[in-house]
């Protein structure tokens, strides 16, 4: 089980997936395209408004039950607003990648440039050269959404986990031990995979969406039959108790 701070607000979830879903791929359908007529008159389609506008006007169209269908990684689609459905989970700690279920490799384009493990290039302690690969990477998913070969733009990369321990079994997923360094290498990669200038200033479109990672509960690779992907804490804490 992992939490990642991509679950802040569902406002954010919610038009985060409308504007990637409205890049230059028809595959899959995006939102808001001009194949459904019927979402030209939806506020949350009119790309003047404010951003809160659009994303305000989106959620208060939704049933309880469609909002519960978006919190998880794979976000069911809502016909009737034309909206499809999303995939969270892709994953690009050092070169977009198979693992995950947003991406899949096969078709035209077999697969993605694989960069040095993260901890490795961290040791440069050369931030332009953090960004740099970020830009790379950047690239090559919007490459692989356009080809029809991603269901999502969103990518659970960077790690940030502070290095603490060996025994944790991750540690080369991270820039290692130091704060600063964690902190410098997450802002570089970051703005380097979505498409902004180094130096922070934004460009006109979002290239691909950094998720940040992981805010808790990510230790779970195996523990007494459990694992982090089919770990159901509330079963298993009443199975604790009683099996102490």
Not at 77 to 92: C, F, H, M, V
Not at 136 to 156: C, D, L, S
């Amino acid at each position: 089980m992992e939490l990642h701070f991509h679950t802040a607000t569902l406002f954010t979830l919610l038009l985060t997936a409308v504007q990637l879903l409205r890049a230059n791929s028809t595959q899959p359908p995006f939102s808001c395209d001009s194949s459904h007529p019927q979402t030209l008159s939806f506020p949350f389609c009119r790309t003047a408004l404010p951003i809160h506008q659009r994303a305000r006007d989106l959620v208060s169209r939704l049933t309880l039950d469609e909002k519960i269908s978006q919190l998880v990684n794979s976000a069911q689609a809502i016909p009737r607003l034309g909206i499809p459905a999303y995939e969270w989970w892709s994953e690009a700690l050092h070169g977009v990648s198979g693992y995950g279920r947003g991406v899949t490799f096969g078709g035209r384009i077999a697969g993605a440039t694989s960069f040095p493990q993260v901890i490795l290039s961290a040791s440069t302690f050369d931030s332009h050269l953090w960004y740099r690969i970020g830009q790379a990477i950047g690239k090559e998913a919007r490459g692989v959404y356009n080809e029809g070969q991603a269901k999502g733009m969103t990518f659970w990369a960077p790690n940030i986990n502070i290095y603490r321990d060996p025994r944790w079994g991750r540690g080369q997923e991270t820039p290692g031990e130091d704060p600063l360094v964690a902190g410098r290498y997450a802002v570089a990669y970051v703005r380097g995979i979505q498409g902004d200038r180094y130096d922070g200033g934004q460009t006109a479109h979002l290239q691909a969406s950094a998720c940040c990672k992981h805010f808790t509960a990510y230790d779970l690779d195996n523990w007494k039959g459990f694992n982090r992907l089919g770990f159901d804490a509330q079963v298993s804490i009443f199975y604790q108790l009683n099996y102490i």
